[in-house]
């Protein structure tokens, strides 16, 4: 499956983004999907995911830093996750990538569980 994401930018802290990853050819619903970020110099940092079809109702997760403030979302008419993000703070500032491998897998912070990968979307917080 190819993914692209979009929705990156210049935004200043307390303001919001939505993300979009677009899939192509396959329903992106059968994939678990995440969202990972690497800042300059840094690791890469997974951050949200969301459930694929097979295991039912779709279920969020996210890492402690983002709690309360990013959204995942799918629409699945539209192929597409979203990632909404507000409150965002100048420690948010990273390429954003999102990530997809079919099925489910307990595992999902692992980057290395994702066979498919988007291009990244820069988003810079600051003033």
């Known amino acids: 499956v190819q993914l692209q994401a979009s929705g990156g930018g210049l935004v200043q802290p307390g303001g919001s983004l939505r993300l979009s990853c677009a899939a192509s050819?396959?329903?992106?619903?059968?994939?678990?999907t995440g969202w990972f970020r690497q800042a300059p110099g840094k690791e890469r940092e997974w951050i949200s995911c969301i459930t694929s079809s097979d295991i039912g109702d779709f279920k969020t997760y996210y890492t402690d830093s983002v709690k309360g403030r990013f959204a995942i979302s799918r629409d699945n008419a539209k192929n597409t996750v979203y990632l909404q993000m507000n409150s965002l703070k100048p420690e948010d500032t990273a390429v954003y990538y999102c990530?997809?491998?079919?099925?489910?897998?307990?595992?999902?912070?692992?980057?290395?569980?994702?066979?498919?990968w988007g291009q990244g979307t820069q988003v810079t917080v600051s003033s």
């Open positions: 990530a997809a491998r079919l099925h489910w897998i307990v595992t999902y912070t692992y980057a290395t569980n994702y066979a498919n």
């Open positions: 050819v396959i329903p992106l619903a059968y994939y678990a």
